[in-house]
């Protein structure tokens, strides 16, 4: 129990997730352990005062790579479960915390476990692979689904090609639950041996008291009525870090026993206060295991909210009480508890009470709320009776670990053996500020029968008493309208099944077609496969070709690998914090920041600082705050005062930005055949089609992140930057500092995922850390927020498509395509051109004209993101292609412009060679292909070949590690500097072909053979002339194909990725793992972008989505139930490393393979109801989108409306 005495708190890496007022904190986990039960939780919410006496593990103290790493870490990594490897700790101690509770656990275990952990790279299969291996039941699962482990055994299934394994499960140690770390006996002994005392710690500016004893704690609240109750901190925390609250005092009940005890009684359950919700959930299941089905409804109803509420990780920490007490209304518990008529026991210095958990205390009406002085106690949740039903609704952006958007609990108790309405109630959570009840509208249906006359009355009630006002905060108000009928109409259905079920010669068979309402989707352990072909010829020694672990996948999981801030501290150390403007399009007309705190450098501490007059976006840096703290430094730059002028207009959308005619130049276009010609003469038109994709923030796992060191002599600075173009970042500093750039040591020894998003974003906060340090003298660290990052550094380009297409017998003769890109303020020209250039994807039209155009706004600047515009252009063109012929095969093409780069590789005396080059390590695998060339070229094994940090001191004017080319020219760079350095030994091997790699490498050190090299290696020549429109842009194509299916809810937008497979050419794979990877994690990326991730901003141009708990990324929940990977065998590209193909980005664009799935499924719900099969579905396909689209009589209904027919 979170807090109890002697409970322990083990967590995982110090690199805390800045994150957002919402959280799951990703490479981070807790456990507690208290009689022997372990809890994963987030380190970032877990305040330290509340760990007193409680044992922490971390990820580096389950296993580390000096003694030994533990199993999960070794299957984790061995499975190919991490890339870029942020997330990887807390998948690790999430995983390792279910095992610790359950050794064998069930895959639906283990995705439970999994579901509040988000990775942005992998798309989580191959993590579900490493940890199903623990499954008791998962050799037998995986033999019936052609899992990737038994391709061997079952070759009938696949093509002729040998087909081996991505790992060996056989190698893998064997999970020994005697080895795993035992409770602390000292604490144990503290625990039981220490008078309880009242515990208080002072802060900096906060006090925490924990009493041990009711009384104490009520004397305590008598005392600070405004002091809250922390308990799991999950809301009190985020408030206090992401939205200003502040409290001096904070009072901790965890030790009090009364608010932990639980109590089983014939009439219900008594639960304290402070239980967490995932004790909750267990207390639930078992008591619907042990008592009759029909006590049990308003348990299973609350089990049904309990499975998707939070992650793991919160339900471990958030408690019972602190759910209802802040009658918040998205809380999932409160409908359904107030259906249910739930008591609560309430006590204070004055005495105790029982409070009804109803309407009024919801609302907060007359005294029915607490009193400042009260605290919950438990929790009375009573045994349903014969007759009675209960059901609870949700519908959330995401099915999982996401707020709802509407959630309702409803009841409803008949006359003993009728259907007549005795009691009934309704409660809506997400529609007001509170959870609220429809008790007039159920009032007025006591004593009806449940029939369809009585639903449809009750629904046009429900909506007369609920008024959602036309424009909500979130402007879901028609949806939100359609979920609150629909809601309605399921447990219409619900009860139907169950009266049914009760008295089943009084009722009919329900229709079929209503039987799939009763169906919540699950999310189900997915099944996968992946497919490859491997040279039979090929020598077993050498790489190439082969699935090799990411070179440092094991350091991930142990948490050793080290990312920008892990870098140690350096002695005096500042830290930076940015102010931003809170105005889209404004002059600054004075500033002033007069900082009177403690610890705090007043660095820009005068009046009227700024050089920059005008600022074009909320969001955009004006200046920034040193101190010597990050805390310090973030608190100072509240004090920095701006004062603005407006000024017009402000342009936040594509279609103010043509309203206003604000386009930056040129306008690009591309041309072949006649297009006007053949729009006389062809028949068939499709007129006016249009389609919108939404940008996307590319939520890399680490956020912006540096660390400038100032060398004290001759100007010199070692940058430390989490970037993908090291050099820019070095030209950048060299010329803010006005030094030149053999002064500023760029070095970069990993990102933690970048997508583009780390392109030339880094370079400009480097720039404002170098200057800071340079002025300072210290060094000076700046690590971004999550919240900072989104808002400021942008994302993908939104685009608007309209086209025009002329076909005759289902063959597209001619396509007119308009389309605008929405840049902000700081135009990207090759976003456009790139898209207009990928824009006819994989097919012919003899007359194609596109046209492109990028508009001015007052948004963040956008910048590159996987794909690079081909995401967007191409889901334009797959639009109107759809629009024209019912079924099409959907194929991808993407290609790429080539630039150089260069190597060096060292061999030491010892045998052992040093490679760098100028790709940057973003989780793509890149360092792992490297030493397979290395090894390859070389002849030596992997285990000789290290290769270090990418840093502007060894490998000069890099391009940035982008647009998937890295392993292509740095492959062929190092490739070169290897044949260079053989060809210097080819003497001494051929005067001693028996000799060993070290024997020669000596004696060439002894004949003076320089043993260094560099290697170039100058790209491809590609080029375009957009006047002609002519040109040779790229150099080679990638093919992919996929094929989804889907399911969705008609009632409630939801969807279900029921199955994927993907075939694509990779040319001759040099790492069929990672390529394998990065085609899931694209996928599963492109799927976020076109079904889920959706940014909103205010009216004001602020955005809104700032944080994961606004904005939704694929999680396990997300990914396709069967999941299989292809790679096209014989597939030959001469024009790069081992006729291998560039693959990080393509797959991206086949995730819209689910979004026209969908559209289908959409289309197919409208067939039924009469509609037209053409609409508008724009990108991202959201629950609302599919809801809306899904147009029926509830869709209809409006507010007062008597449209149930
Ligand atoms: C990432 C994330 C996802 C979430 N997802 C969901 C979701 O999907 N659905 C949902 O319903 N909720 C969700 N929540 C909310 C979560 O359930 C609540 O924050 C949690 O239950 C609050 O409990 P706590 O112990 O953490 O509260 P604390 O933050 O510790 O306290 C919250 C408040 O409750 C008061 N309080 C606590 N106990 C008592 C008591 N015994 N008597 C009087 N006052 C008391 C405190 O004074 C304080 O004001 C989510 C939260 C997070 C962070
Ligand atoms: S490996 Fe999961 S976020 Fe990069």
């Not at 352990?33 to 006496?53: F, K, V």
């Not at 094994?941 to 590690?961: D, G, K, L, M």
């Amino acid at each position: 129990m979170p807090g109890s005495p002697g409970g322990a708190l083990v967590w995982g890496s110090p690199w805390l997730d800045p994150w957002g007022p919402r959280c799951f904190i990703l490479h981070l986990a807790a456990l507690l352990l208290y009689n022997a039960r372990h809890y994963s939780a987030n380190a970032c919410l877990i305040p330290i005062c509340s760990l007193y006496g409680a044992a922490i593990t971390t990820v580096e103290g389950i296993g580390n790579t000096k003694s030994r790493i533990h199993p999960v870490q070794e299957r984790i990594a061995k499975c190919h479960g991490s890339q870029c490897g942020f997330c990887t700790p807390g998948m690790v101690m999430s995983i390792y915390a279910l095992l610790r509770n359950h050794p064998e656990p069930t895959s639906e275990q283990i995705t439970e476990a999994l579901a509040g952990n988000l990775c942005r790279c992998t798309g989580y299969r191959p993590i579900i692979d490493g940890c199903k291996t623990f499954c008791k039941v998962s050799r037998s699962k995986f033999n019936n689904q052609n899992c990737c482990l038994d391709v061997e055994e079952n070759p009938s299934s696949l093509d002729k090609e040998k087909v081996v394994k991505l790992f060996t499960p056989e190698e893998f140690q064997p999970l020994d639950p005697t080895k795993e770390l035992i409770f602390p006996p000292e604490l144990m002994v503290m625990a039981n041996d220490q008078q309880k005392r009242t515990l208080i710690f002072h802060g900096e500016r906060i006090t925490w008291i924990s009493p041990v004893s009711l009384k104490e704690l009520l004397e305590l609240k008598t005392s600070f009525p405004r002091a809250p109750l922390v308990v799991g901190n999950t809301s009190v925390g985020p408030d206090m870090k992401f939205k200003g609250v502040f409290h001096p005092i904070i009072i901790s009940p965890a030790r009090i026993l009364d608010l932990n005890l639980v109590n089983y009684t014939k009439n219900g359950l008594t639960i304290g206060a402070s239980c967490s919700l995932a004790l909750v959930k267990d207390i639930l299941e078992n008591a619907v295991l042990e008592l009759p089905r029909e006590n049990t409804k308003v348990f299973c109803a609350l089990l049904q909210q309990l499975k998707t509420l939070g992650g793991q990780q919160i339900r471990n920490m958030a408690s019972l009480g602190g759910n209802i007490i802040q009658r918040h209304t998205t809380s999932d518990l409160n409908p359904v508890l107030a259906a249910g008529n739930c008591t609560l026991s309430v006590v204070s210095l004055r005495g105790r009470l029982q409070i009804p958990l109803n309407e009024q205390f919801l609302t907060g009406f007359g005294n029915a709320i607490l009193q400042p002085d009260e605290i919950l106690v438990s929790v009375h949740i009573p045994c349903s009776e014969t007759g009675e039903f209960v059901s609870a609704f949700r519908q959330a952006q995401r099915r999982e670990n996401a707020l709802p958007i509407v959630n309702a609990g409803m009841r409803v108790l008949f006359k003993s053996g009728t259907d007549t309405i005795m009691d009934f109630s309704i409660f809506y959570g997400g529609l007001a500020s509170t959870t609220i009840c429809v008790n007039k509208s159920c009032q007025s249906l006591i004593g009806r029968c449940w029939n369809e006359q009585m639903v449809g009355d009750a629904c046009r009630l429900v909506l007369e008493e609920v008024s959602i006002p036309g424009f909500t905060q979130d402007g879901r108000a028609e949806y939100k309208q359609t979920l609150i009928v629909s809601f309605l109409f399921k447990f219409y259905l619900q009860v139907l099944q169950g009266l049914r079920q009760m008295y089943p010669c009084r009722y009919h068979d329900m229709p079929v077609r209503w039987m799939s309402i009763l169906q919540d989707f699950q999310t189900r352990i997915p099944q996968s496969s992946q497919k490859y072909q491997v040279n039979p010829e090929q020598l077993p020694q050498d790489p190439v070709g082969r699935p090799i672990m990411h070179q440092a996948s094991i350091k991930h999981a142990t948490g050793e690998a080290t990312y920008c801030d892990d870098i140690r501290a350096v002695d005096k150390e500042l830290f930076l914090a940015v102010v931003t403007s809170s105005r889209p399009h404004a002059k600054i007309v004075s500033s002033c920041a007069l900082f009177k705190m403690a610890h705090s450098k007043q660095y820009f501490h005068q009046s009227n600082f700024f050089y920059l007059l005008q600022v074009n976006c909320v969001g955009q840096i004006v200046c920034a705050v040193v101190a010597d703290s990050d805390v310090h430094a973030k608190r100072a730059t509240v004090k920095v005062k701006i004062t603005y002028e407006a000024l017009e207009p402000v342009i936040l959308t594509i279609e103010e930005a043509i309203k206003h005619n604000s386009f930056f130049d040129p306008e690009r276009k591309l041309e072949q055949g006649n297009v006007d010609e053949a729009f006389e003469t062809v028949d068939h038109v499709l007129e006016a089609g249009e389609i919108y994709i939404g940008g996307q923030e590319h939520f890399y796992m680490e956020t912006q992140s540096v660390l400038v060191v100032p060398k004290g002599e001759d100007k010199e600075m070692d940058v430390y930057v989490s970037s993908q173009h090291p050099t820019f970042a070095q030209e950048l500093v060299a010329s803010v500092l006005n030094v030149p750039s053999n002064r500023v040591m760029c070095h970069v020894k990993r990102v933690g995922g970048g997508f583009g998003g780390k392109v030339t974003k880094p370079a400009i906060l480097a720039a404002i850390t170098a200057v800071a340090a340079n002025k300072t003298g210290h060094a000076v660290r700046c690590i971004l927020d999550r919240g900072d990052d989104m808002l400021i550094t942008g994302g993908r380009h939104p685009f608007l498509g309209k086209y025009r297409v002329k076909y005759k017998l289902g063959k597209v003769r001619a396509a007119d395509i308009k389309s605008v890109t929405e840049s902000s303020f700081f135009p990207y020209p090759k976003i456009m051109e790139t898209a207009l250039l990928r824009m006819d994807n994989a097919y012919k039209i003899p007359n194609l004209r596109f046209w492109g155009h990028a508009c001015k706004t007052n948004l963040p600047s956008n910048t590159a993101f996987r794909g690079f515009g081909f995401p967007q252009s191409a889901l334009v063109t797959e639009s109107w292609i759809t629009d024209v012929a019912v079924k099409s095969e959907r194929q991808s093409g993407s290609n790429y412009i080539f630039y150089w780069t260069n190597s060096l590789v060292h061999i030491y005396t010892d045998g052992s060679v040093l490679v760098t080059h100028g790709g940057v390590e973003l989780g793509q695998g890149i360092h792992t292909k490297i030493m397979q060339v290395t090894s390859h070229e070389l002849r030596i094994p992997t285990s000789y070949i290290h290769v270090c940090e990418t840093s502007t001191v060894t490998v000069p004017n890099t391009r940035p590690t982008a647009a998937s080319i890295g392993t292509d020219i740095n492959g062929m760079a190092v490739k070169n500097a290897c044949q260079t350095l053989l060809k210097r030994l080819a003497p001494i091997k051929e005067k001693n072909p028996e000799g060993t790699w070290r024997e020669w490498v000596r004696e060439a050190f002894h004949q003076s053979i320089s043993l260094s090299a560099t290697g170039f290696f100058r790209g491809y020549d590609t080029n375009m002339n957009w006047e002609k429109g002519e040109g040779h842009p790229f150099e080679y194509f990638v093919y992919g194909t996929a094929c989804s299916e889907v399911e969705i809810d008609c009632l409630t937008g939801d969807h279900k990725n029921i199955r994927t497979d993907i075939v694509m050419d990779v040319g001759c794979s040099i790492n069929p793992a990672v390529d394998i990877g990065q085609i899931e994690g694209a996928f599963v990326q492109g799927v976020g972008l076109y079904t889920m991730e959706e940014l909103t901003y205010s009216p004001k141009g602020v955005l809104c989505t700032r944080g994961p708990d606004q904005y939704k990324i694929p999680a396990v929940c997300d990914i396709p139930e069967h999941f299989s990977v292809s790679l096209l065998s014989s597939s030959q590209n001469p024009r790069a490393i081992y006729s291998s193909k560039a693959i990080g980005e393509p797959a991206l664009f086949l995730g819209c393979s689910v979004f026209f799935a969908i559209k289908d499924a959409i289309a197919a719900a409208r067939k039924e109801r009469g509609l037209p099969g053409n609409f508008t579905l724009n990108s991202p396909s959201t629950p609302e989108w599919i809801r809306m689209t899904c147009v029926d009589q509830f869709t209809k209904m409006k507010w007062g409306g008597d449209c149930f027919k």
